[in-house]
């Protein structure tokens, strides 16, 4: 820790780096056009192209070249160069991709959350983050938009927002094509199309095919997770007049990988001492289980295998193994396309703007989620869907000899989120609740233990240790006839393989409007106000039918086994025993036809003065509103058993409130000497109703937070000494905490993978070394600070984060004029550093806990040629 801190002290001593990378100013949108100095980054992030160094707005620009330079294939690349966003990914890249800014973000792999960044791919609104995942076509910049971004960019922005434009067609005939090969098989091929059909329209395709093998390895089966296995295609129109440009956008893409893989710490085998953890048995659950796992895995007469390994040992974070079961897949499956048409037309003294899209994505998935070598659960066939049609209009022009500078607009969405989840038992899950029961129950007055499925030879069930201990409830159980009696006397029903959901679908239609404003007030030529308001109206109406089977589910329900719920529950066994045989996700009980709806009106905006001391210094402060709609959890988990004293299903358990954020921000821009910047930004965020994803002993659950706070400082600068020399060091001072009482764990502490300090940097240098023949040097790197991917205290030794650094590099040589030609050495994470991106308690394992474990060092060459 303490060298972190000097590097930290040495690194803002020496700041010297930068908010925007481009290495050339990048065409700003053909309806808009600014006067840009070169160097310059001009950037779409108020509705109007700007200069970056002009905006009052603490907004990050990545350029296509630094872009590839990083080697980013995706949005998760972008943290390498942005200290104040964090990408995450959990149990699934389609549905489990968190995006954080300013430690702020929605953790959880449930489709009906909904992001608190916005992701905006040429002005189209991406619905979760999960769903601008696949791999990127030619990017002109990327925008990271830092704070609430609720005026222009509306619903689900209350963190901030990724604005990201690509390259369009071009008049001119031009293309390309490259290729890279590197380990792990990695196999990555792009091209693309673009030129002039006539005066007046132009075309542009892309295409790409990206694969590689995985790195998390089943000892158990010799399989691969985490491979990548993707292609897309797209294809665009642009039509150009003197007063219109239309552009049309079409794409394609699919994924069909094995995703992903987590790493069972071990935590589990650490016996506890009693009234430790609090969530289980005496505090020896997680010891129990773990062993238990391990057993039955191995066990041919439990329906293991000789060999099998339930969980790997000891804990190797860096080998990189997870047992599962061989007759369970880890597979991902994701087909993606859609549409969309911007119009932008010059009506003289005031331009139009109109994006209209659809966008259908869906996502089929199976998974062994017991996580283990055991086969106790899996999901086999679960399917979600997102489709959206969007509209926006934009009006915007000046008027009192340029004192105001306006636009208005509004903006509507119609979206069908479906679901249809499979969470099933597997065929050692009657051994297994068996097992756990056999060893909690051992004493020294009863050394043999009890059981509930009679798998145990020669171990007494629990209803015949109950009647034998208890004279009183013995002649109850006999004067209540022999159904209630053989509740006792038998095993309870066995679970046959595929019990458990059988298809719970989800249906919820969402619709959302909003109208906007966004102005800013010249008040004189060096002094300017913008201000913006947003009204935001939402619905959403649900629709749900469950449909689970599992016996021992309608065995508890049966009115003959009252007496013996009742009897456990005096034994302090019946809470433990419901949940091993009727876990909530799939608990007939709760089986049946649901419908509701919610409706919500939210008022978002800003307000910021601009102050520009002269051409060079731009001082602003300002408040901003933000807002993301509440929603329903799509898991019939958050239902409550009236066996356990809860009141039954209802779909308002499955509803949670809306979040809103009001920020307050102050900084500077500068432009000290000719090719260096040096920015600062500092801000303090109050969230209030933060939604939160969080495991409550059996279950996944949204709660909302009364008030998460989010302060910190950002620097950044660029100094470039030569026009093909560029050094960056950007940081970021963050703080987060959780202020709720009932957070339990949580409260009082940071939010998690939220890292006090982080810096990135780069140098890149692209010398020319003759007429001909130019070269590449580049390295980027990312240093956090320790940070916890949970807040529970049995997890932290387990699946902290100390802190580390990610560092890539890149080196090549281009030749011909322009650098047509081109080839290049890449490495990613060159010094082969491990680090949790996250971690989550392993239901019905106990204090168990795993993490999904970082990529490893990737490395290879790449090809291309430009024409």
């Not at 000290?672 to 500092?682: D, E, H, K, S, T």
């Not at 993978?753 to 020319?768: C, D, F, L």
Request: charge should be negative; aromatic fraction near 10%; proline fraction near 5%.
């Amino acid at each position: 820790m303490r060298k972190f801190q000097l590097l930290t002290a040495s690194a803002i001593a020496l700041m010297a780096t930068a908010p925007a990378f481009a290495q050339e100013t990048p065409a700003p949108a053909p309806e808009e056009t600014t006067q840009a100095d070169e160097g310059e980054v001009v950037v779409t992030a108020t509705g109007r192209a700007q200069v970056a160094q002009d905006v009052p707005i603490a907004v990050s620009v990545v350029g296509a070249e630094q872009l590839e330079n990083t080697g980013a294939s995706d949005i998760r690349g972008l943290r390498q160069v942005t200290p104040s966003l964090q990408v995450t990914t959990g149990q699934s890249a389609a549905t489990g991709v968190v995006l954080r800014i300013r430690g702020i973000g929605t953790a959880g792999d449930n489709p009906g959350f909904e992001p608190a960044v916005g992701v905006f791919i040429d002005g189209v609104f991406r619905a979760r983050a999960g769903v601008a995942l696949a791999d990127l076509p030619p990017i002109d910049r990327v925008e990271v938009l830092r704070g609430p971004q609720g005026t222009l960019f509306g619903r689900n922005t209350s963190a901030g927002a990724l604005s990201i434009t690509t390259q369009g067609p071009s008049f001119d005939l031009g293309g390309y094509v490259e290729g890279s090969y590197g380990n792990y098989n990695e196999i990555e091929v792009k091209a693309g199309l673009t030129g002039g059909v006539s005066e007046q329209l132009a075309l542009r395709v892309d295409g790409g095919y990206h694969k590689r093998d995985g790195y998390i390895t089943d000892p158990n089966t010799g399989r691969d997770f985490n491979n990548v296995d993707r292609w897309f295609v797209r294809g665009q129109a642009k039509f150009e007049t003197t007063n219109v440009v239309f552009r049309l956008i079409g794409d394609y893409a699919e994924t069909d990988e094995a995703c992903c893989g987590a790493l069972n710490t071990g935590s589990g085998f650490v016996l506890l001492p009693s009234g430790v953890d609090t969530t289980t048995a005496g505090g020896v659950l997680g010891f129990v289980t773990s062993n238990l796992i391990q057993a039955l895995a191995a066990n041919p007469a439990a329906g293991g295998a000789a060999g099998r390994i339930g969980i790997v040992r000891p804990f190797d974070p860096e080998g990189r193994q997870m047992a599962t079961s061989p007759n369970r897949d880890l597979t991902e499956r994701v087909k993606e396309w859609g549409v969309s048409g911007q119009l932008d037309w010059d009506l003289g003294d005031v331009a139009l703007t109109s994006i209209t899209s659809w966008r259908d994505w869906k996502a089929t998935r199976s998974q062994d989620i017991d996580f283990s070598g055991l086969d106790r659960a899996y999901r086999d066939g679960y399917k979600t869907g997102i489709r959206d049609f969007t509209q926006e209009i934009r009006l915007k022009g000046s008027a009192f000899d340029g004192k105001l500078d306006w636009l208005v607009g509004g903006f509507y969405l119609n979206e069908k989120l479906t679901l249809t989840d499979v969470v099933r038992f597997g065929t050692q899950t009657d051994q297994f609740v068996d097992g756990i029961v056999n060893q909690l129950t051992r004493s020294v007055a009863l050394p043999s233990g009890a059981q509930l499925f009679g798998t145990l030879p020669g171990v007494p069930l629990m209803g015949q240790v109950l009647l034998a201990s208890n004279p009183a409830l013995a002649a109850a159980a006999a004067a209540q006839g022999p159904a209630v009696l053989a509740t006792f006397l038998q095993p309870i029903p066995r679970t046959p393989d595929g019990a458990g959901q059988q298809a719970d679908r989800y249906t919820v239609d969402t619709e959302a409007f909003a109208v906007f404003t966004h102005n800013i007030i010249n008040i004189t030529d060096n002094v300017s106000l913008t201000l913006g308001l947003r009204w935001n109206h939402e619905t959403k109406d649900i629709n749900a039918d469950l449909n689970a089977a599992v016996p021992a589910c309608s065995f508890w329900l049966n009115p003959n086994a009252a007496l013996y719920r009742g009897a456990l529950n005096a034994a302090g066994l019946f809470s433990l025993a419901h949940l091993y045989t009727c876990n909530p996700t799939i608990n007939s009980e709760f089986n049946g036809t649901y419908n509701g709806d919610r409706s919500e009106d939210e008022f978002t905006g800003t307000a910021k003065l601009a102050f520009k001391l002269n051409d060079d210094v731009l001082l602003y402060g300002g408040y901003d509103r933000g807002y993301k709609s509440g929603g329903y959890n799509l898991d019939r988990g958050s239902f409550d058993s009236v066996l356990l004293g809860g009141n039954g299903a209802q779909v308002t358990d499955l509803e949670f409130n809306n979040e809103t954020v009001d920020a307050f921000e102050v900084g500077f821009k500068t432009n000290p000497l000719r090719g260096f910047q040096f920015n600062v930004a500092g801000f303090y965020q109050t969230f209030k109703g933060y939604q939160n994803l969080q495991f409550e002993g059996s279950r996944f659950v949204v709660r909302n937070f009364d008030k998460v706070i989010s302060k910190g400082i950002e620097l950044e600068s660029v100094i470039r000494p030569t026009s093909d020399l560029t050094f960056a060091l950007n940081y970021t001072l963050l703080e987060t905490e959780v202020r709720d009482p009932l957070a339990g764990s949580d409260n009082g502490k940071p939010l998690t993978n939220s890292p006090r300090n982080v810096i990135t940097g780069a140098i890149t240098w692209t010398p020319q070394l003759s007429d001909n023949v130019g070269a590449l040097f580049h390295v980027d790197w990312r240093t956090n600070s320790d940070a916890n991917t949970i807040n529970n205290p049995i997890a932290r030794p387990f699946t902290t984060n100390d802190g580390y650094s990610i560092v890539n590099a890149r080196v090549g040589l281009n030749f011909g004029e322009g650098g047509r030609f081109g080839i290049e050495a890449y490495v990613e994470n060159l010094f082969d550093t491990y680090y949790n991106i996250t971690s989550f308690p392993i239901p019905e394992q106990g204090s168990s806990f795993a993490v999904y474990p970082s990529p490893p060092r990737f490395y290879g060459v790449k090809a291309r040629v430009r024409f």
